[in-house]
């Protein structure tokens, strides 16, 4: 029953944001997601608490009121986002005003090697628009993504496709490597959220010794394909694209010590923006679940 009612929740949830992304106009966006967000806060779901929980552990200097303000903040940042998904999704409309990039060079450069690109992302403000927005401007994009059990069948990789993305579907962590290396064989920009807890390497975050995914740099030593952080952040009425110099990769050291150099080289790089904006990141992922003593 409890499945169930969690089931039905996200269902409706998802036609509700869908619903506001088809009749509001976007300057109505802020607006709405701050009334929503009221609802929210005061909803005692799980995941809330788990958001409340990271970030203790990643602003343990902060007090009580300080934590709960960002939380608040941080629920009207994400329904916000999903709003304005919602809204690109039913308007169609384009992507160029809403945001500005810098470092584009760096990609371009990166995709002139002809080895493809691995964009180091993270689950850090507007992420689709994102890569929505490179797609829009005719850079060969293609992310990887999971069909999530609340959608219907086929809704994100149909929803991908129409953005001209490449859908990159996750079924086993052999088949979706063999599909990103397929996808950097044709010079694509292969974009990668590597902020989750998974198994590979623990790598220092926030201080903290946490379990790391470590698929995209290995396939960046092993392809020699360039590695380039890339994020997206909300500034007051413009998103901000910012795309990072290249990580360079030592082909003479393939060991996992070099992994975890990377790793954390990466994590200190979305630290300090998330420092800079600590209610764009979706605090909602157990980030902090598997912790080394250190």
């Known amino acids: 029953m409890k499945k169930l009612i969690k089931y039905l929740f996200f269902r409706i949830a998802i036609k509700i944001f869908l619903f506001f992304g088809g009749i509001l106009k976007k300057q109505q966006l802020p607006v709405a997601s701050k009334l929503l967000s009221f609802i929210f806060y005061i909803l005692p779901f799980p995941r809330k608490k788990v958001a409340y929980s990271n970030l203790k ?7 009580k009121n300080q934590i709960k303000d960002i939380l608040k903040r941080f629920i009207q940042q994400s329904i916000l986002t999903a709003l304005e998904v919602a809204f690109a999704v039913k308007r169609r409309v384009e992507l160029h005003r809403w945001a500005e990039a810098k470092g584009l060079e760096y990609l371009e ?3 002139k090697k002809g080895k493809g690109v ?9 992420f689709p628009l994102l890569i929505a927005w490179l797609a829009e401007k005719g850079y060969p994009v293609a992310v990887l993504y999971k069909e999530g059990k609340y959608l219907s069948e ?8 129409s953005f001209n993305i490449y859908p990159l ?25 590597a902020d989750q807890a998974r198994k590979g390497v623990y790598a220092k975050f926030f201080g903290k010794l946490v379990q ?16 380039i952080p890339a994020f997206i952040v909300r500034d007051n009425d413009i998103h901000k694209i910012i795309i990072y110099p290249e990580m360079k990769v030592n082909d003479d050291k393939k060991t996992e010590e070099k992994i975890i150099e990377l790793i954390e080289k990466y994590n200190l790089t979305l630290e300090n923006l998330i420092k ?9 992922h157990r980030r902090f679940k598997r912790m080394l003593p250190h």
């Open 212 to 227: 790391c995914q470590k698929g995209a740099f290995v396939i960046a030593q092993r392809k020699g394909s360039p590695l």
């Open 57 to 63: 552990i990643a602003f343990s200097k902060y007090d």
């Open 109 to 111: 450069n990166a995709l």
């Open 276 to 284: 800079l904006y600590p209610t764009q990141y979706y605090w909602f």
């Open 154 to 161: 086929g809704f994100l990789h149909n929803l991908i496709s």
């Open 118 to 126: 691995i964009a180091l992302s993270a689950h850090l403000g507007n």
């Open 169 to 193: 579907a996750f079924k086993s962590d052999e088949d979706i490597t063999k599909e990103i290396i397929k996808a950097l064989n044709k010079n694509m920009i292969v974009f990668l959220l």
